[in-house]
Nanobody
Framework: QVQLVETGGGLVQAGGSLRLSCAAS????????MGWFRQAPGKEREFVSA????????HYVDSVKGRFTISRDNGKNTVYLQMNTLKPEDTAVYYC?????????????????WGQGTQVTVSS
């Protein structure tokens, strides 16, 4: 069965950095676009970033551009989210997800598989 397991969350001060990882199993990783979403308490789940199957294309929500970087290692079946200059408003549970459709990757309804999430808390 397909599993996506996120790690790397934690508590960090504003201005700090974290790197999230998402290890995938049970699927042909290189055939999936991978995305990161986040959900803060009381808010809707929000698209953060996505990366195409071989990493040639990426996109980001405007609020993280220039601060977050998505990457992937198909040899390790892992996608990463490097988060720099973190702000308190980045506090959320972060989820990785897999879809076959890069063109729809900002839409969470296009995703076939989801991880369980990892908490990121940024203190001011």
């Amino acid at each position: 069965q397909v599993q996506l397991v996120e790690t790397g969350g934690g508590l960090v001060q504003a201005g700090g950095s974290l790197r999230l990882s998402c290890a995938a199993s049970g699927l042909t990783f290189s055939t999936y676009t991978m995305g990161w979403f986040r959900q803060a308490p009381g808010k809707e789940r929000e698209f953060v970033s996505a990366i195409s199957r071989w990493g040639a294309n990426t996109h980001y929500v405007d609020s993280v551009k220039g601060r977050f970087t998505i990457s992937r290692d198909n040899g390790k079946n892992t996608v990463y989210l490097q988060m720099n200059t973190l702000k308190p408003e980045d506090t959320a549970v972060y989820y990785c997800a897999a879809t076959t459709r890069f063109v729809d990757s900002i839409d969470d309804r296009s995703y076939d598989y989801w991880g369980q999430g990892t908490q990121v808390t940024v203190s001011s």
